[in-house]
C-alpha cells in the first residue's frame, strides 16, 4: 500500500484536482445567487469519491488486463445493455434518454462506456498491432464501436456517438493504420454523414449546425444559446465579473446550463481572461504529466491506453470550449473535471486510476 502510494503521480491528480475545483468555484458563485447548493454538495461528494477511486485503482495491475479477454468484453456486453437499458427505464430528460434516475440522483452510461472503449481498443490493437494491414481487423474493431455508437446516437446524443467513433479512430491511428485504410474509413464516415443528414438527422440537429454558420439567423430561436454563451465569455473582461455579482448572463438566467454544457462560459464570466488563461494552464500542466507518463510505458497496452485517454480529455476540452466560443455546434459535450454531474467526474477519475495503476506497476 505504502509502496504504490509513493509511486503514484500525485502532480497528475493535483492538476485534476484543480480542474475539478474550477467547477466547484463556479457551482458557488451559482448558488449564492439561487441559494440552491443541491448541486454544490453532490459535485463534493463525487469528488471526494473519485479522488478514493484514484487512491485505490492503482493497487490493481491494470496491464493484465491484456491477456483478460473475458474481464475487458464482459464489461463492453455490459455497457451495450446499459446503454440499450436507457430505452426502456430511462425518463426523457432535456429532450434524451440517456440518464437512468435514481432518486435524486442520475447516472449517465455513456461517460463510463467511453472509459471502456479506451480499454478494450487498447486491448484489441495492442494484441494485432503487427496484423494491422488486415483489413478484417478493421472490420472487426468497427463493429464494436459500431453499436455503442448506433445507441448513443438515438438517444440522440450525437455529440457522445462521435466522441466513441473519435476513440476507436484514434487509437487505431496510434497503433498504425495503413495510409489506404484510413481513407477509406473517412469516405464511408462521409457518406455516411451525408446520409444521417438526408434521412436521419431531426430537425434540431440540422438546426444545430446552420446555426453554428450564422447563430444570428434566429437569435431568440436556435441561435439562442451560442449568442448567450459567446456574450457571456467576453462580458468577463480582463479579471472577470467575480463570485457575488448578480447581473450575468448566467444568473440572470439568459446563459441556459450554466453549470454543464456552458460551464466554460459562466467561468470566463467571473474570472475573465486572466483565470482562462490559468485554466488553460493547469489543463497544460495535466496533459504534460500523462505525455511524460506516455513516454515510460514499456509496452503497446499501456502505450495505446494512455494515448487513448489523453485522445478522449483532449477532444472534449477542445470541443466544448469550442462550442462555448461559437467555433464548433453545439453537442452537449461536458468540459472534463469543471462541469457539474457525477457520472462524468468520476468516470475520468477512473481513467486517471487506471494511467496510476500503469506508472506503478511499470515501475515495479
Known sequence: MLFH??????????????????????????????????????????LIISFLVVIFLPLLDIRALKESSLFVFTLYFLSLLLLGGLFLFAPVIRGTKSWY????????????????????????????HVELYQARHIILSGFYAFFPAVLVFFQPDFGSAMILILLWLSIMLVAGIKRNHLLIILGIGLLAFLVLWNFIFTKEQKERFATFLNPYIDPTGSGYHIIQAIIAVGS???????????????????????????????????????????????????????????????????????????????AEVF??????????????????????????????????????????HSQQ
Open 5 to 46: 502510494l509513493k509511486k503514484i503521480d500525485w502532480w497528475l491528480l493535483l492538476f485534476a484536482i484543480l480542474l475539478a475545483i474550477s467547477g466547484l468555484l463556479v457551482l458557488v458563485s451559482l448558488s449564492l445567487n439561487s441559494n440552491d447548493w443541491s448541486f454544490f454538495k453532490r459535485q463534493i461528494i463525487f
Open 101 to 128: 434516475a435514481l432518486g435524486e440522483l442520475t447516472f449517465e452510461p455513456v461517460e463510463i462506456v467511453k472509459v471502456v472503449f479506451v480499454l478494450l481498443f487498447a486491448k484489441y490493437f495492442s494484441q494485432r
Open 236 to 314: 468577463g473582461g480582463l479579471f472577470g465579473k467575480g463570485f457575488s455579482e448578480p447581473l450575468t448572463q448566467a444568473k440572470l438566467g439568459f446563459l441556459p446550463e450554466a453549470h454543464t454544457d456552458f460551464v466554460f462560459a459562466s467561468f470566463s464570466e467571473i474570472f475573465g481572461l486572466v483565470g482562462i488563461v490559468i485554466l488553460f494552464l493547469v489543463f497544460a500542466l495535466f496533459f504534460w504529466r500523462l505525455f511524460k507518463m506516455l513516454k515510460t510505458c514499456q509496452d503497446n497496452f499501456s502505450r495505446l491506453l494512455v494515448s487513448g485517454f489523453i485522445i478522449l480529455i483532449g
Open 319 to 360: 470541443i466544448n470550449i469550442a462550442m462555448n466560443i461559437g467555433l464548433l455546434p453545439i453537442t452537449g459535450i461536458p468540459l472534463p473535471f469543471l462541469s457539474y454531474g457525477g457520472s462524468s467526474l468520476l468516470s475520468l477519475f477512473i481513467g486517471i486510476g487506471i494511467v496510476e495503476s500503469i506508472k506503478v
